[in-house]
């Protein structure tokens, strides 16, 4: 079952986002421990407006346990996001000073985070989480839904094509070098 995220889901939301936070090899994550950092995401994850809070998350369900989640939220909205994320981390971490790269388009809905747990991987999770991100951008009248997909990804590059995105440009994130993908409806 897909759902919107819960409050309660605020543990397994902040496992799964760790795994994305600390792949990309940021600095100041690299000081945390890990419940540090899994503290620091579900703080960031009850707290209103930043872009790991709850009503950007949708999860997938399945026998009762949340087996993966994507993070979603509108382009146009990044910057606003990322600065109340800095400002949270800045009030727990005082001197630690984050910066956000840009990672989306100004008319693009944004798909941040697509992450499965390993026991529920390849049984369809990240499809159906994609299934219905999309559906409900076209509900909300979006033409455009992009991600990101890091360069050497080619799996996860090869189920986004198939979900029909395709590379329309590139961002570093992160000094990492990723693909950017959109799905057009016009």
Wanted: include cysteine; charged fraction near 25%; charge should be negative.
């Amino acid at each position: 079952m897909i759902r919107s995220a819960q409050m309660s889901d605020s543990r397994e939301a902040a496992q799964l986002l760790a795994v994305i936070v600390r792949d990309m090899g940021l600095p100041f994550v690299e000081k945390l421990t890990e419940e540090e950092l899994l503290a620091l995401i579900e703080e960031a994850y009850l707290a209103e407006d930043n872009r790991f809070s709850l009503a950007n998350v949708r999860l997938l369900e399945l026998d009762g346990r949340v087996a993966g989640i994507a993070l979603v939220y509108p382009g146009s909205e990044a910057a606003r996001l990322d600065r109340h994320l800095s400002e949270l981390i800045a009030a727990r971490y005082p001197g630690e000073e984050v910066v956000f790269d840009r990672e989306a388009e100004e008319d693009e809905l944004y798909i941040d985070s697509l992450c499965v747990f390993p026991q529920f991987r390849g049984q369809g999770v990240g499809t159906r989480l994609l299934e219905a991100v999309i559906a409900e951008a076209g509900a909300a009248g979006w033409s455009k839904l992009s991600l990101n997909v890091e360069q050497f990804n080619v799996n996860a590059r090869r189920l986004y094509e198939r979900m029909g995105f395709s590379v329309t440009g590139q961002f570093v994130i992160a000094n990492h070098d990723y693909f950017h993908m959109t799905l057009s409806s016009s």
